[in-house]
């Protein structure tokens, strides 16, 4: 089940935002790294259907994205950098409304989501109000509920950015772990280098351009360098700073 992006350009009024952009997702953890502002959060606003194709092409395995969207939409589990959880609701309640858009009923939810929040540590925060929860617990909340459909894609936009530590070493290794499991295939957006491991798809995105993609090993021995932050540093910045 991959996602083929192909000659995707986007603007923002006459300020291109994504140019030419080619890749496909395979099953797996894929990584998209590249800097605030790089177009990251733009190309997810396009697979997710928040803004609408200007020139290119999106498909999800034999589904194009212009022309069932509504049929992608049910395979997608999306975390966004900005959180979408209603804080004056319970943890438990924000779950089964979600499941209920999806047609599931609150028992079913319940029962997908238990072994997730208990991996998470949050099965103990069922009934807490989400505005009592701190950043990384409603992260965790986010994560429980994008798979309570059992979407066959995870699209998830800087979901450890600003977390502590724990918090990003616990979610990180979940999704790794269901993709292990289950052959999902994840595109996994971050800034963050060291949430990239060697046997990762590696996508480089650097002002709306995709400069670099391939397992992220290889990349390292093509540009000779020794770790994600030397290679990202190589390929984006200009010669004489480097």
């Not at 928040?50 to 395979?75: H, K, P, S, V, W």
């Not at 238990?114 to 807490?128: C, G, K, S, Y």
């Not at 540009?223 to 990202?232: A, E, G, I, T």
């Amino acid at each position: 089940m991959s996602i083929t992006i192909t000659d995707v350009t986007y603007s923002f009024k006459a300020k291109p935002v994504l140019s030419a952009i080619n890749l496909t997702l395979n099953p797996g953890f894929n990584v998209l790294l590249g800097p605030n502002g790089a177009g990251k959060s733009t190309l997810l606003s396009l697979l997710t259907g928040q803004r609408t194709l200007q020139q290119g092409n999106i498909t999800f395995a034999d589904y194009d994205i212009t022309q069932e969207t509504r049929a992608i939409m049910g395979q997608l589990g999306v975390v966004f950098q900005q959180t979408t959880l209603d804080l004056d609701l319970t943890v438990l309640q924000n779950l089964t409304y979600f499941g209920a858009l999806h047609g599931l009923s609150a028992a079913l939810v319940l029962e997908r989501i238990t072994p997730v929040l208990t991996q998470l540590a949050l099965i103990e925060r069922l009934h807490d109000r989400v505005r009592s929860l701190n950043e990384g617990h409603r992260r965790r909340v986010e994560i429980a509920r994008c798979m309570i459909h059992l979407p066959q894609y995870l699209l998830l936009d800087e979901a450890t950015v600003g977390l502590d530590v724990d918090s990003r070493k616990l979610i990180i290794e979940h999704i790794r772990a269901i993709v292990a499991s289950q052959k999902l295939t994840v595109l996994w957006t971050t800034h963050l280098m060291d949430e990239v491991l060697e046997q990762d798809p590696l996508f480089i995105l650097n002002q709306g351009k995709l400069i670099e993609q391939g397992l992220c090993q290889s990349l390292l021995l093509k540009h000779q360098q020794s770790s994600v932050f030397d290679l990202y540093r190589a390929l984006t910045q200009p010669q004489g700073l480097l």
